[in-house]
């Protein structure tokens, strides 16, 4: 599977971007896709995830309520809705896939396939 994650940008606090990420191959139902980011100098940190086949979500605390993640099966997407951004959101954005993950919180699973990541940068 291939990821090709899109939609980053330049952004004002308090602005919004949506980020899309296509996937190609077969994405079956029991995988989960996550969006990941890393900041200069920071460690890649967990976004968000959502369970193929029904649209399952988990966030980290800082976006919750910020941020949507949602799939359309049909095209094979994964999409982060991001809303009222801030400053120390800005990162490169990574979208990758988990094929059946082991953990049920997906924040500590491996994943197996990683997108090439697209930076958002938000200005104060």
């Known amino acids: 599977v291939q990821l090709q994650a899109s939609g980053g940008g330049l952004v004002q606090a308090g602005g919004s971007l949506r980020l899309s990420c296509v996937g190609s191959?077969?994405?079956?139902?029991?995988?989960?896709m996550g969006w990941f980011r890393q900041a200069p100098g920071k460690e890649r940190e967990f976004v968000a995830a959502i369970n193929w086949r029904g649209g399952k979500t988990q966030y980290t605390d800082s976006v919750k309520g910020r941020f949507a993640i949602s799939r359309d099966a049909a095209k094979n997407t994964v999409y982060l809705q991001m809303n009222s951004l801030k400053p120390e959101d800005t990162a490169i954005y990574y979208c990758?896939?988990?094929?059946?993950?082991?953990?049920?919180?997906?924040?500590?699973?491996?994943?197996?396939?990683w997108g090439q990541g697209t930076q958002v940068t938000v200005s104060s």
């Open positions: 990758a896939l988990e094929r059946n993950p082991h953990y049920s919180d997906w924040r500590l699973n491996s994943y197996d396939y």
């Open positions: 191959g077969h994405i079956f139902s029991s995988d989960v």
